[in-house]
């Protein structure tokens, strides 16, 4: 019997139904089908463009039933296609074949220069060796590569012009660069480079935002991770720290809404534990000033149009949540889906 699925479509808010082929959605007359959702409202499947599955913490090695575990909080939350942005160790080709899990689009390996990263967690590399490692992790995982673009704020970022020789060399071979900045001088050297996204973006100078726009570099400013430690912050004693920490933040949640105002792609991701956790992040980003929609959109349809996959329309794939109420109008109830479907496939 054929699965069949009628909702309100969004973004374009209107009722469509589809008959699941496998693992595609297919618009048309159907004859006969089994209903597995018929009314409400259809997002495609909700999307992490950040997060790193397989360990929770640097000192963790990484392992195959941890990232399955994790995957399979996603995929139950919803979420049936993340982005890792580097990982200690190349996501496995097994994830790819195994129906169970969300469609992964990898980075591979974190790349870390000297001084850059938590030591051995992700590949540790020499300055002049950035450009052809970069390469290599883009060709070996799914066109993404990941460059640790700064770490501390009392040390220097990675030149720019070594990060334009990076982008330069990834697009040759077609692929895209993430590049994690969180300071000032990091941010402004990726820019600068012409990186495909930028990932956390704390203290990126909000003047950086009509070049990324036009330049198309996405932000992705994983305010779950930081909003997570903000009580902390403001409970600790004064130090450079603290004050770089809540400068940084107060900076950052100005430019998600800057950013969005001036055409720049913002997107959802949730960087760290526990996994499955999106709609947080899109709570956070509603919280920051953009409307539900597009909040929504950067966990959802705008995420999967950036990452080259379609919406709800003929022949895309059979990556679905239903919600009993609209979710535009009612952020909360994101977190709380009456079906997944997952490849054609009922999870929830």
Known sequence: ???????????????????????????????????????????????????????????????????????????DAGVLLVRTPGSAQ????????????????????????????????????????????????????????????DWRPDEPPVPPEMLAAVVAAVHAVGGRVATHCQTAEGCRNAVAAGVDSLEHGMHLDPGLLDTMAAQGTALVPTL?????????????????????????????????????????????GTDSVPFGTVAGEVDWLIRAGLSAEVALGAASWTARSWLGLPGLVDGAFADLVGYAEDPTKNPGILA???RVVLRGRIII
């Open 1 to 75: 019997m054929v699965l069949v699925v009628r909702g309100v479509v969004l973004p374009d808010r209107e009722e469509r139904v589809f008959a699941i082929d496998g693992d595609l959605l297919r618009t048309g007359p159907v004859a006969d089908g089994d209903w597995v959702v018929d009314g409400g409202w259809l997002l495609p499947g909700l999307v992490d463009v950040h997060t790193h599955p397989g360990t929770e913490t640097p000192e963790e090695v990484f392992t195959d039933d941890a990232l399955r575990r994790h995957l399979i909080d996603h995929r």
């Open 90 to 149: 190349r996501i496995p080709g097994w994830v790819g074949a195994d129906t169970d899990m969300p469609r992964v689009r990898s980075a591979g390996r974190w790349l870390a220069t000297p001084g850059r990263f938590f030591p051995g967690y992700g590949r540790d590399i020499a300055e002049d060796e950035l450009v052809t490692a970069a390469v290599e992790e883009a060709t070996a995982a799914d066109g993404w590569c990941k460059v640790i673009g």
């Open 224 to 268: 779950t991770a930081f909003g997570g430690h903000l009580d902390q912050m403001r409970a600790a004693d004064d130090s450079p720290r603290r004050d770089w920490f809540l400068t940084g933040w107060d900076g950052l949640l100005r430019n998600v809404r800057a950013a969005e105002e001036a055409g720049v792609t913002v997107l959802a």
């Open 336 to 338: 709380h889906p009456s």
